[in-house]
């Protein structure tokens, strides 16, 4: 069972990247996938997710209307699309899975299966 973040890299303000998150050894099908990042000397932050079955999603005010979440249960793997980034947004993301998503709050101690992270760079 296994998680592999990707697409992370070095970005300039107002750039965009996509984000995402493989499944090995076990199917997405009844999981929800979250995004969490964790910024230097910062505490971790639930940024996005979506519910196993596609109803729900969440995003943190500091991303709404800036990132996108996506997920394909067929590829096992979700996404996620970051537009209009900003310095702030620098930071390593890590996806998870489990039941951790509510359409109100991500809930990182409901997920059970962590990626290792990739890390995004917003800078001029």
């Known amino acids: 069972v296994q998680l592999q973040a990707s697409g992370g890299g070095l970005v300039q303000p107002g750039g965009s990247l996509r984000l995402s998150c493989a499944a090995s050894g076990f199917t997405l099908d009844y999981s929800d996938i979250g995004w969490f990042r964790r910024a230097p000397g910062k505490e971790r932050e639930g940024v996005s997710c979506v519910s196993s079955s596609n109803s729900n999603t969440y995003y943190a005010d500091s991303v709404k209307g800036r990132f996108t979440i996506s997920r394909d249960n067929a590829k096992k793997t979700a996404y996620l699309q970051m537009n209009s980034l900003k310095p702030e947004d620098t930071a390593v993301y890590y996806c998870?899975?489990?039941?951790?998503?509510?359409?109100?709050?991500?809930?990182?101690?409901?997920?059970?299966?962590w990626g290792q992270g990739t890390l995004v760079t917003v800078s001029s």
């Open positions: 998870a899975a489990g039941r951790g998503c509510h359409g109100s709050a991500l809930h990182y101690y409901d997920m059970d299966s």
